[in-house]
């Protein structure tokens, strides 16, 4: 069965950071492409980080900001974020893909407040 199921989200002051985790399982994760998207309010899903291997790639809202790893040995990914911003309030999801595979994680809720 597959699992993706994350964790980490919560109320953080701007400026401040979270780490949010991801936990897979049910499939071979090294061979996947690994991302995290968000959704706000009243908008869209997005697409912010992804990884495959070593390689990296964020959407310019969240460079230089954001972080994303992956232990393929723990079948974890993780999204690091500093100077979090108002804006960075959403429902953060993690994804997997592989060819015409994907699966979603039930997203977890970050909200930036002062």
């Known amino acids: 069965q597959v699992q993706l199921v994350e964790s980490g989200g919560g109320l953080v002051q701007p400026g401040g950071s979270l780490r949010l985790s991801c936990a897979a399982s049910?499939?071979?994760?090294?061979?996947?492409?690994m991302r995290w998207y968000r959704q706000a309010p009243g908008q869209e899903r997005k697409l912010i980080a992804g990884?495959?291997?070593?390689?990296?790639v964020y959407a310019d809202s969240v460079k230089g900001r954001f972080t994303i790893s992956r232990d393929n040995i723990k079948n974890m990914l993780y999204l690091q974020m500093h100077s979090l911003k108002d804006e960075d309030t959403a429902v953060y999801y993690c994804?997997?893909?592989?060819?015409?595979?994907?699966?979603w994680g039930q997203g977890t809720q970050v909200t930036v407040s002062s």
């Open positions: 049910g499939f071979t994760f090294s061979r996947f492409t």
């Open positions: 994804n997997a893909l592989y060819g015409p595979l994907a699966y």
């Open positions: 990884m495959l291997n070593h390689v990296q």
